[in-house]
């Protein structure tokens, strides 16, 4: 069924007011014309003794005194030749930014201030919208004067009769066209511009002037041709020497008149002009669209019932002719009351704009701009809304009426002179007073009370707390020592003989400094790559990681690069090494010769588990929360002979594995008592093996004994280090190895020179050979202060109390409630 919406287009041109009232089938997808009038002027609007306002004001009286459009919507057509019309193509654009760049275009195009015309726009179809971005579009502008919109819409005014939609008559023309016969071209989805549909040359003749419209569907290209239907008069009447009204008529009947062919062939140089302004227009437009493909051509307006018009400019055109006869109307129009009417079927031409113009009322229309001004539109909306907006006022004032009678009904019940009993409201208001102002002064009392106990208990937080926060720092240092390992049988500070206990069976951890940074949040230092290693390191203490056969950091299996055998592991200790150390050559036979490590290779931690950290069965780890201090510390150590307790194995074994189980004895008062703590009530936690190096299995240690061999016989023979108390080697004149002072061997017992094998006396060598491995920890201190450690543990120690105080409690309940409980307290 049609809806009962409907829409007239009216077109009033320069010969006769076009009317047409249509409502739209959305079931059958058809237009159902109900209503149509063709009103013709006593005069051609162009003539020189014409009254253009007053003809106009006639037709438009006598349309309305014939059809009621009230409850209806009106849209207008405005002569082509009064408005403009742009395309531009905008570069990739989002579509947000859309109307910015169109006001833009806007501007450059039009040329008069955008303040003196009215304009719109609107996106042609077949444009690709990719993530918000529109490529390949083209847009188009319309824009006219608003004087001559004012001008146009004039008579409407004076008639009260509401225009709703304002439209240019080419572009009435393209909706008529799009609609009823390339319905086709218009499902595809996006234009191809390289292969376009055929289009289509449209010819409007009116009047005085005629509209030229070439399109495709997605495209629309027009033209205004400043010849007519008039010309044809003229050219009879300056042909046959006719008056204007003789020449209109015999136009109108030519196949009436005695001579027609003579008519015709009078016409013939307006027929020529006619066909050289549309060959320029169609190669012109060519030449703007190289690969567009004419499909044909049509031609709409009364003028073209001329005989032999159409075909002639078919012909020389070489297009064939697309005839709108009363099939094509029908096909997508229904509404046998006005198709089957004689002025209909007579002016049928005639109707295209008006139909273009109902399509767009409709909202059935492919363009939909409007040159309707916006002030306009407006003004209507406001009177529309106002009587609304007068009842929601009165709607307010009802209810505001009676919300002040019940108001007012229930204030006077507590008016101060209203007595209830012996006492009236205003004496029992001021007694209320009198009471709460004794509550105020009462609870003023009690916060300036409270106040002062909370700065006292802070004063004494504090003044207990300094004492604690000296010692921070003390039993930080104290819990880090406690938890660096000792070699067994060594006391603490002890440096034995490398012939003794030779330095890779040292189990010592040489720690090169300590940094600390403070956070006001851990979780800013508990990133993705922290916890993946604290898992990996509480994985390793758990014992759900497979354990790695390859060198700490190395990420190749032990014995070196491509499977070949380590001469350190091996035992080879003469091998030559890989340039780790430099010597200087110019006081290589010196004692004192500087021996300059090479700087280990580092690199960042990388997960070695073969499998994936969260299918470990691991617990969740949320990481600390909260201020605290990062503790960093940088170390080495030389215990890399026996390959599953070296490099950072030896370190989590003993250093890490103490700083989460360790327990350590810290003095609680000035009498010497001492509490055990763990390293959890101190406030260290995840601590982590932060940074691995390679083990430089070819590292080598200086000998603080070494003494060079002599190259005189006898001792001390000229040479002044072989000086009685003189400490030898790098042992004595720098400290040795740990620092440790040793006293160098006397000088006749060192070998000769030509004792030794290759130069190097077994027993006096220069250096020591001792893998060495170097890595970074980090963990994480909050401080505890002293007296909160002893409270937690104090409130620990009662919390069992408190549970069965709670359950004796409970107990209780049960026996009141005569319920039995299931088990007595201490059962």
């Not at 201020?627 to 070296?646: A, K, M, Q, T």
């Not at 040793?742 to 000769?752: Q, V």
């Amino acid at each position: 069924m049609p809806s009962t919406k409907g829409v007239w287009g009216i077109d009033i041109g320069q010969c006769a007011l076009k009317a047409l009232r249509c409502e739209y089938d959305a079931t059958e997808q058809k237009l159902v014309a109900t209503a149509f009038d063709y009103i013709e002027h006593p005069k051609i609007l162009s003539q020189p003794d014409a009254k253009p306002k007053e003809l106009i004001r006639e037709a438009l009286t006598q349309f309305l005194s014939r059809n009621n459009v009230r409850g209806d919507e009106v849209a207008v057509a405005v002569p082509g030749q009064n408005g403009l019309a742009r395309f531009f193509q905008p570069p990739p654009v989002d579509l947000k930014r859309l109307p910015e760049i169109v006001r833009f275009e806007a501007r450059q195009q039009i040329p008069f201030p955008l303040n003196d015309v009215i304009w719109d726009y609107q996106l042609m179809g077949g444009a690709i919208e990719e993530e918000g971005f529109l490529m390949e579009a083209e847009i188009g502008l319309f824009a006219m004067k608003r004087d001559q919109v004012y001008e146009v819409l004039q008579p409407f005014l004076e008639a009260d009769v509401e225009v709703h939609h304002l439209q240019l008559a080419p572009l009435c023309t393209y909706n008529f066209i799009t609609f009823n016969l390339l319905t086709e071209e218009l499902k595809q989805e996006v234009y191809d511009a390289d292969s376009p549909p055929d289009s289509y040359v449209v010819l409007n003749l009116g009047t005085d002037t005629t509209d030229l419209v070439i399109t495709n569907g997605f495209r629309v290209w027009q033209r205004n041709v400043p010849l007519g239907g008039n010309h044809f008069t003229k050219q009879l009447t300056k042909e046959l020497k006719l008056t204007f009204a003789k020449a209109e008529h015999l136009k109108r009947n030519v196949r009436e008149a005695e001579d027609a062919k003579a008519v015709v062939q009078a016409m013939r140089p307006v027929f020529n002009d006619l066909l050289t302004e549309v060959q320029r227009s169609i190669g012109f437009f060519q030449n703007i669209d190289r690969r567009a493909q004419i499909g044909g051509i049509l031609m709409m307006g009364n003028a073209v019932k001329l005989p032999g018009l159409q075909q002639y400019l078919a012909k020389n055109l070489g297009y064939s002719l697309v005839e709108l006869d009363q099939t094509k109307w029908s096909a997508r129009m229904t509404g046998s009351s006005v198709l089957s009417s004689p002025q209909f079927k007579e002016n049928m031409p005639a109707f295209g704009l008006c139909y273009g113009l109902c399509l767009q009322g409709l909202g059935q229309a492919t363009l939909t701009t409007n040159l309707l001004p916006r002030e306009i539109a407006t003004q209507r909306l406001i009177r529309a809304k106002k009587p609304w907006v007068v009842a929601t006022a009165a709607s307010l004032m009802l209810a505001f009426a009676v919300n002040f009678f019940f108001e007012y009904n229930e204030w006077y019940k507590v008016h101060p002179g209203m007595q209830h009993g012996e006492l009236t409201w205003e004496q029992a208001m001021s007694e209320v007073s009198s009471v709460q102002s004794m509550s105020s002064q009462f609870d003023q009392e009690d916060r300036t009370r409270v106040q002062q106990l909370e700065e006292l208990v802070a004063l004494g937080n504090e003044l207990s707390g300094d004492s604690d926060r000296r010692l921070l720092w003390l039993e930080l240092l104290q819990a880090i020592n406690r938890a660096l390992p000792r070699t067994e049988g060594l006391e603490p500070g002890q440096v034995p003989d490398p012939s003794e206990l030779p330095i890779s069976q040292r189990k010592e951890l040489n720690i090169e400094y300590i940094e600390s940074q403070y956070f006001s949040d851990l979780a800013s230092w508990f990133t993705e790559p922290v916890r993946r290693r604290y898992l990996e390191e509480l994985a390793r203490w758990e014992g759900v990681a497979p354990a790695s056969d390859r060198e700490p950091g190395s990420g190749t299996p032990v014995g070196g690069p491509e499977g070949e055998a380590d001469p350190v592991a091996n035992g080879e200790t003469d091998a030559e090494p890989a340039n780790d150390f430099e010597v200087n050559q110019d006081s290589a036979d010196d004692i004192d010769a500087e021996v300059v490590p090479a700087e280990p290779e580092e690199q960042m931690f990388e997960a070695e588990l073969d499998i994936e950290i969260d299918e470990l069965g691991l617990p969740e780890v949320t990481g600390p929360e909260g201020p605290g201090w990062v503790i960093e510390l940088r170390g080495h150590h030389f215990y890399n002979e026996d390959p599953l307790n070296w490099g950072g194995t030896h370190v989590r074994d003993t250093f890490l594995k103490n700083l989460r189980e360790m327990t350590i004895e810290l003095p609680v008062g000035l009498d010497g008592q001492v509490e055990s703590f763990t390293m959890e009530e101190l406030g260290i936690g995840y601590a982590i093996l932060a940074l691995e190096t390679r083990i430089e299995h070819n590292h080598r240690v200086p000998n603080p004994y070494y003494e060079p061999p002599t190259r005189q016989t006898g001792p001390g023979a000229g040479d002044p280090r072989a000086m009685p108390g003189r400490t030898g080697g790098l042992g004595g004149a720098r400290g040795g190895l740990g620092g440790r002072t040793g006293t160098a061997k006397p000088a006749a017992e060192t070998p000769r020179a030509d004792t030794m094998e290759d130069g190097i006396d077994p027993d006096n060598p220069p250096f020591f050979l001792a893998p060495r491995y170097t890595f970074v920890v980090q963990f994480c201190w909050q401080e505890q202060l002293l007296t909160e450690r002893l409270r937690a543990r104090e409130q620990a120690l009662m919390q069992p109390v408190q549970d069965e105080m709670d359950d004796f409690d409970d107990f209780g309940d049960a026996a009141g409630t005569g319920e039995t409980p299931d088990t007595p307290p201490g059962a």
